[in-house]
């Protein structure tokens, strides 16, 4: 004879567990069906491109969006299949990825973490994205390949420069093809010494959260061990518009080199605020004074104008270079949309066929056969000469330029010069270098 | 002693600006008792006058230059601007390098124009609304006015110069006799430090010494008399709201050279100058100017490497603790009058 042991706690707690199970977002249980999160069953594959589309870095994400909307060309075999011709891996062949034919969904970060999660977890739970890219910050790019790795999808990162990202935040879904603030620094130190000599004095202003501290961190490492002294590390709020107050005490510092730790909206009150205190047209310590911006980017450039002349900074990629890959990418963008593309664009496109051949290669859209297709992978014919994309980190290693503001532009794209090509080797560090110990990459993730 | 001098002239631009701003600010919730969160987008609009100006200047017409080529290998085609081919390179060229002072002239109507119909197109019929009801709807405003200039001119920043005649910057130190590059300050800051003197000056002598700022005064302090003795105190108030936003526009255009305008500068600008004006005193313009004066130069040493030494993080929230520490002792801030706001 059997007791019914049914109590009314018991068939309480009972639906509370059943309720939570129900209740749990479908993106992180398991689906008997799938093998993998939004395995694409139909004649097509979707992907999703993260961009900001309001917010500051709109210009920035519509350039983005526009290189996207050209991969996407290219994979389905339309236009004329830009740097497609002269990626060193054949597999693609313009008939989409895997013979599926590429979709594509898109999402506004509004250079907003939370903002840039939601909608990324929109791309995947509804449209079905198999993969999402993009991004113009750093915390944003940390914030969503957190929620890739958790989700099951591949996330390949756009534009992000802190040394975080496939530092003490790396997973294992997540893949940079952009530089970080620790090769800026190591390209730069070089010729920063051949331009301005081993004794030098350098004041830093930096921007106030991640990026900002990495690449502090990052350029004083370099130029310290040229011999350069750092003077002062001061942190300027993110939201801060006008920089004046920090930047007149640089004079009175002993100083005579400034470095704007600065991006974006911050990077272009800065320098436009130091050049009105007339800091370049000084000596201290008998040398001219010197400003250098670590990071560059043309889009930011223009909106500092003429400041930026002779200044110094680091870049990814730059429409001017000459190598066959780029001239393919400039003319294919060019003749599209009327202007050279920027280095969101270049970074986020190479991300895009990046992503496309490993699904080739790898014969699966499974983010784990995708992901050991991209560990490891050598590649040329993308503009940066010859790359790796580590396994250890998930970080390509390529050249990184040096550029100049230009002094004679001759047209308003023309505003920055490379002035060195500093090789892969040359910006390679161990997968273990204290700037990038903390994190550890885990085992991906398939989702389903 | 210098690091004093030299943040006190920071403060001073800095102040400027934001004096101005809640000068206007206060002139429309002194005329009007309306609280316009729409008053940086005015500051905002100013600037891309001048913005469009500079453009308008440099309208060009293209020629092809067979020697050059573009980015895509085709020839170059050159832009010579319209002003430079009627006047000729050289007055041409001084044409388009004054485009930011030229700019006062072409924004005052402007504003004009856009505060009047503002006032009459849409706040006006929320004068007898609460508070709470102004402030959401002339905060929606200010989000659709700056993205409306986002749609038309990007989210970048726009690089638009002072006349090359004030660029770069003096020793300010060496004129009082202190060491070179003890205090160094730019020439534009200065012009702005003057301009905004000039313009509160003008705005304060417009409602002491006129006619019409006489009326105004008295409809501040008592509308309804005013009214009853047969006066249309609201015809008066709107040309206020007006020049009020001129105010902001002209702060606006001549702030251009010193960041260069992007569409969320407004925004930057408008929390900051509604602090000033509870700082200063609900409907006081004398508070208005000394407070966006006084927490401007804070603002300034806040900024300093001893003092964030000191106090980590003060140069973000220097002014609200001011703020806070002012209306505790002075709950109707510096200047503010007994009766406004309390009700």
């Known amino acids: 004879m059997s007791k019914t042991t049914l109590t009314r706690r018991g068939v309480l707690r009972s639906g509370a567990v059943a309720g939570a199970g129900v209740a749990l977002p479908t993106i992180f249980t398991a689906s008997s069906a799938a093998a993998y999160t939004n395995e694409p069953t139909g004649s097509t594959v979707t992907l999703g491109f993260n961009v900001p589309q309001t917010g500051p870095y709109a210009d920035e994400g519509a350039d983005e969006l526009r290189a996207y909307q050209l991969a996407v060309e290219h994979l389905n075999g339309e236009g004329d299949g830009g740097m497609m011709n002269t990626f060193s891996s054949k597999e693609l062949q313009g008939n989409g990825i895997l013979g599926k034919k590429v979709e594509f969904v898109t999402g506004d970060t509004q250079t907003k973490s939370d903002a840039a999660r939601a909608s990324a977890k929109s791309m995947i739970e509804k449209d079905g994205a198999v993969m999402i890219t993009g991004g113009s910050s750093s915390g944003v790019a940390i914030a969503v390949q957190g929620l890739c790795q958790e989700a099951g999808v591949i996330f390949m990162a756009g534009l992000t420069h802190s040394n975080d990202t496939t530092g003490k935040d790396k997973k294992a879904n997540g893949f940079r093809h952009f530089f970080n603030a620790y090769m800026s620094g190591a390209a730069l130190a070089p010729v920063l010494a051949a331009r301005y000599g081993a004794d030098r004095k350098a004041y830093h202003l930096t921007a106030d959260y991640t990026w900002g501290w990495t690449q502090e961190e990052s350029i004083a490492s370099a130029t310290e061990a040229l011999g350069w002294e750092t003077v002062e590390k001061v942190r300027t709020p993110l939201a801060a518009t006008d920089f004046s107050s920090y930047i007149a005490p640089v004079l009175n510092s002993g100083a005579d080199v400034l470095i704007l730790n600065h991006y974006g909206g911050n990077m272009v009150n800065s320098l436009t605020n130091a050049v009105q205190f007339g800091l370049r047209e000084k000596e201290v310590n008998g040398k001219n004074f010197e400003i250098v911006v670590p990071l560059y980017s043309r889009l930011m450039a223009k909106g500092a104008g003429a400041n930026v002349k002779g200044i110094l900074g680091s870049t990814n990629w730059h429409w001017s270079l000459q190598d066959d890959a780029s001239k393919a990418f400039v003319k294919s963008f060019g003749t599209k949309y009327g202007f050279p593309p920027s280095q969101a664009a270049h970074t986020v496109y190479c991300q895009t066929l990046l992503y496309a051949d490993a699904c080739q290669r790898a014969g699966t859209f499974n983010p784990c056969g995708v992901g050991q297709a991209l560990e490891g992978f050598e590649f040329d014919g993308l503009g940066n000469g010859p790359t790796l994309y580590r396994a250890d980190d998930h970080q390509c290693f390529k050249d990184v330029l040096v550029v100049q503001g230009k002094e004679n532009p001759t047209s308003e794209f023309d505003l920055l010069e490379v002035v060195e090509v500093t090789p892969a080797a040359q910006v390679t560090y161990d997968p273990d270098h204290p700037m990038f110990a903390g994190g550890q990459l885990g085992t991906c993730n398939p989702g389903a | ?343």
């Not at chain 2, 729409?38 to 308008?56: K, N």
């Open chain 2, 1 to 343: 002693m210098d690091a004093i001098l030299l943040q006190t002239l920071n403060g001073l631009d800095k102040g400027s600006a934001y004096a101005l701003i809640a000068l206007g600010l206060t002139l429309i919730f002194g005329t009007l008792g309306v609280v316009n969160f729409a008053h940086g987008a005015l500051f905002m609009i100013g600037s891309f006058c001048a913005v469009t100006l500079s453009r308008l200047l440099t309208l060009s017409f293209e020629t092809v230059d067979p020697t050059k080529t573009d980015f895509l290998g085709n020839p170059a085609k050159v832009k010579t601007p319209y002003v430079e081919a009627w006047f000729g390179p050289e007055a041409g060229g001084t044409i388009i390098d004054w485009a930011v002072p030229l700019a006062i002239i072409f924004a005052i109507p402007v504003m004009i124009a856009i505060g009047y119909a503002m006032e009459r197109g849409l706040i006006k019929h929320f004068y007898k609304r609460p508070h709470a009801d102004q402030i959401l709807v002339t905060f929606g405003l200010a989000i659709v006015l700056q993205e409306v200039i986002k749609y038309f001119f990007g989210a970048n920043p726009i690089p638009t110069p002072a006349p090359e005649v004030f660029k770069g910057s003096f020793d300010f130190g060496m004129l009082i006799g202190m060491d070179a590059n003890a205090v160094i300050y730019p020439y534009w800051r200065m012009v702005y430090f003057f301009f905004a003197a000039l313009i509160i000056g003008g705005v304060f002598a417009f409602l002491q010494f006129t006619t019409f700022g006489m009326v105004v005064r008295a409809g501040m302090a008592d509308r309804e008399t005013v009214g009853l003795l047969g006066i249309n105190i609201d015809r008066k108030f709107t040309i206020m709201f007006g020049i009020a936003a001129a105010v902001a526009g002209l702060a606006g255009v001549m702030y251009t050279p010193i960041n260069s305008p992007n569409y969320h500068m407004g925004m930057d600008f408008l929390v900051l100058s509604f602090v000033v004006v509870v700082v200063g005193g609900m409907g006081s313009l004398p508070g208005a100017v000394l407070a966006g004066f006084m927490l401007g130069i804070l603002e300034s040493f806040a900024s300093m490497n001893a003092i964030k030494a000191i106090i980590p993080g003060i140069d973000q929230i220097i002014i609200y603790v001011v703020a806070i520490v002012i209306l505790l002792t002075r709950p109707r801030g510096l200047m503010g009058r007994k009766g406004v706001m309390e009700d």
